[in-house]
Nanobody, 120 residues
Framework: QVQVTESGGGSVQPGGSLRLSCSAS????????MAWFRRSQGKQRELVAS???????TYLPALQGRFTISRDGTNNMIYLQMNDLKPEDTAVYYC??????????????WGQGTRVTVSG
């Protein structure tokens, strides 16, 4: 099994910054893609940003320039630096690791989510 754990959420005023962290641990053979998703109240979950094991990144177009995803491949960790936060960024942010584990095919593992609230 793989355990995925997020941290770093909280409350911030508009224009502020937060950095989310996420780690994956367990019987990991290979990590393929790591990503951040978010779900706002009343909306479907959406992909915020992803990064491959080779460092290729993708972003929700509306967030590019404000959010930056990065990784520490050695320690199976990813980060999401969020700058110039807006009230519409308020959501629960989920970390996702697409990994191959011992004796199992590639599978998505999710964290429990960390809440980000942007309000003045």
């Amino acid at each position: 099994q793989v355990q995925v754990t997020e941290s770093g959420g909280g409350s911030v005023q508009p224009g502020g910054s937060l950095r989310l962290s996420c780690s994956a641990s367990g019987s990991i053979v290979s990590v393929y893609t790591m990503a951040w998703f978010r779900r706002s109240q009343g909306k479907q979950r959406e992909l915020v940003a992803s990064i491959t094991n080779r460092g290729t990144t993708t972003y929700l177009p509306a967030l590019q320039g404000r959010f930056t995803i990065s990784r520490d491949g050695t320690n199976n960790m990813i980060y999401l630096q969020m700058n110039d936060l807006k009230p519409e960024d308020t959501a629960v942010y989920y970390c996702n690791f697409k990994v191959e584990t011992v004796g199992m095919p590639v599978y998505d593992f999710w964290g429990q989510g960390t809440r980000v609230t942007v309000s003045g």
